[in-house]
């Protein structure tokens, strides 16, 4: 049986939850709570896992413990002790470069400088994994990056906030059964 890895980054603990920059993680706990399965943390690693399986694929859903600009090396770590190669991983992120709501599938590419890509393609040596991007969009006025990143969805924003959870589970799945041509051509869209 072949597995895939599907990560999903965000920042440890209550304070950051329901920020922008967690929303790759709520999309693999949403992930872990569909295929009826439950977190543990990893042994020796700073990893919460949940192994789940979907059309007879053995998914690895983790979510790191550390902070997204340091979850590479745990990451890879998992990925070579389970002989998962770079083509089997599928990392969930938030993404200010497009606009909020937009989903966006894509294998390898730049990391336009999201730190917790940086980390990843660093620690497994190759950028040439698949993406889930996850449109939060760009601060409003002079508002810094960081900061827009690591506050809570608006009021408004959270219904759809939601939906965009569901459908990037939804592209994920697709993803790992169909190849990233049909996720891409079902699931790819503009927010707005």
């Not at 919460?48 to 550390?66: C, H, I, Q, S, Y």
């Not at 600009?69 to 992120?93: L, Y």
């Not at 400088?113 to 409003?140: E, M, N």
Request: hydrophobic share 40%.
């Amino acid at each position: 049986m072949s597995a895939w890895l599907i990560v999903g980054l965000g920042n440890p603990g209550e304070r950051y939850a329901s920020t922008r920059h967690n929303i790759g993680a709520r999309v693999v706990e949403r992930l872990a709570e569909r295929l009826d399965e439950r977190f543990r943390k990893a042994r020796f690693l700073p990893l919460r896992v949940a192994e789940a399986k979907a059309n007879g694929d053995r998914l690895w859903l983790v979510r790191p413990m550390t902070f997204m600009n340091v979850s590479g090396p745990p990451v890879a770590s998992f990925a070579r002790r389970h002989r998962i190669e770079p083509d089997r991983i599928v990392v969930c992120q938030d993404e200010i470069d497009l606009a909020f709501g937009s989903l966006r599938l894509k294998r390898g590419g730049s990391t336009a400088g999201h730190r917790g890509l940086d980390s990843l393609s660093g620690a497994l040596r190759t950028k040439d994994f698949y993406r889930v991007r996850l449109g939060v969009g760009r601060p409003p006025g002079r508002k810094e990056a960081a900061d827009h990143v690591l506050d809570t969805f608006t009021r408004r924003e959270r219904d759809d906030v939601e939906l965009l959870i569901e459908s990037a589970a939804d592209a994920v799945l697709t993803l790992v059964r169909e190849g990233l041509s049909p996720a891409q051509d079902r699931f790819n869209r503009s927010g707005g």
